[in-house]
């Protein structure tokens, strides 16, 4: 009676069960993969944006498939201050990246054709391609001091039924980001580039934004997705964006047939559309407050670790931070720092690392959490080592 796409996932992960049973008898959990900004003790959002939606234009019902005129011109203009050239007929507004990606998916990929997709990267678009029917083939992040992609790899990922190469930078879990030179790589297979740059905006260093792939890719076949989700730190706000790039008549053929799934679909709310100028105006304030945030847990973890057994991996953006740990099974692990300390951390493994020995820890969490959870995590090492 139902279809296999819509199976739900067989038996929990370790991991999950000890967590449910920890919080069922009342212990307290240290989430140390934290990735709610909404529930992080940041001070933000301020009250005062809930005047950004006391606007009654959106009391009137206008259908935009592609957005509303005014607020992609919006997005434009904001983008356009980052130096990047954006018009407004190649913005696309979304209700979320994950939107963006299962109409691309449709867009450019017929019932089991394929899209490259980065290892390590967030094990959500799993999910995403399988309700569209998809293949995703991983190719390879490497690590040897720092990330880099490993390009032959990538190659040997393809096939005839390769539709599009899909980029996560900077990078969730790692926060590597790719250099020019990758992305012209990529872009030499002649393929379209999906790049998502969620997290362009949360560099660890003092820079306003991570390298754009639309500042590289003019000439070829991409589309960049971004949106408020991480830019504000307000995922319940719900408008993301799709940017359009590339040769005209891809950028025209890829609209009208988004236009044509989107006018099926008009998920994305009008009440975000009209608020979004003061939105976007308050971008800044947001970055300063998730920046001081995620240094500072950086910083802790880093100083608690030092002169460990573990070893922090470097980050140039993005909200997470890599641990390598010296284990043969990181969820045996994890499993481990739960039970005995209550502190909660996903292994390398869900993420979808080559070998075992990683943790991804949150930064959203506090200071002195971050603190706690490290010296947890070393205190467990200690024990297997003794």
């Not at 130096?83 to 990246?97: F, G, Q, R």
């Not at 790719?178 to 790589?185: G, K, T």
């Not at 660890?204 to 754009?212: E, K």
Request: hydrophobic share 45%.
């Amino acid at each position: 009676m139902f279809s296999s796409r819509s199976e739900t996932p067989g038996e929990e992960h370790p991991l999950a069960r000890v967590r449910e049973g920890l919080l069922r008898a009342g212990r307290p959990v240290l989430d140390w993969s934290h990735g709610n900004p909404t529930t992080a003790d940041l001070a933000w959002p301020p009250r005062e944006l809930v005047t950004a939606f006391a606007n009654e234009a959106w009391l009137r019902y206008e259908p935009a498939p592609l957005g509303l005129a005014h607020a992609r011109e919006i997005v434009a203009r904001h983008l356009r201050d980052e130096e990047l050239d954006v018009s407004p007929s190649d913005v696309v507004l979304v209700a979320s990246t994950s939107e963006a990606y299962a109409n691309l998916f449709k867009i450019l990929c017929d019932a089991g054709d394929n899209v490259l997709v980065p290892a390590p990267s967030y094990p959500l678009f799993d999910e995403l391609a399988r309700w569209e029917g998809i293949e995703l083939r991983p190719y390879r992040l490497a690590f040897a001091g720092e990330w880099h992609l490993d390009l032959a790899s990538v190659r040997a990922a393809c096939n005839e039924r390769t539709r599009a190469i899909l980029v996560v930078s900077p990078n969730n879990p790692t926060g590597s980001c790719l250099a020019a030179s990758d992305l012209e790589a990529l872009a030499e297979l002649g393929l379209p580039v999906l790049a998502d740059e969620v997290f362009a905006k949360a560099p660890a260093r003092d820079q306003n934004r991570t390298l754009s792939a639309r500042s590289v890719l003019a000439h070829a076949p991409h589309v960049v997705l971004d949106g408020l989700s991480k830019r504000l730190a307000l995922p319940q706000v719900k408008l993301g964006w799709m940017l359009l790039g590339g040769p005209a008549p891809f950028r025209e053929e890829l609209r009208s047939r988004l236009e044509f799934a989107l006018d099926a679909q008009l998920a994305l709310s009008a009440p975000v559309q009209h608020a979004l100028s003061e939105l976007l105006a308050r971008e800044e304030e947001a970055r300063a407050v998730l920046t001081d945030r995620l240094r500072a847990s950086e910083l802790a973890v880093r100083e608690e670790c030092a002169g460990s057994s573990i070893s922090v991996l470097p980050r140039e953006a993005g909200w997470s931070l890599v641990l390598r740990v010296p284990t043969l099974d990181d969820s045996r692990l994890a499993v481990r720092l739960l039970e005995r300390h209550g502190v909660y951390a996903l292994p390398g493994s869900f993420f979808g690392f080559a070998q075992q020995g990683y943790l991804v820890v949150s930064l959203l969490v506090e200071p002195a959490d971050a603190r706690r959870a490290a010296r947890a995590l070393i205190a467990i090492l200690d024990e297997d080592d003794a």
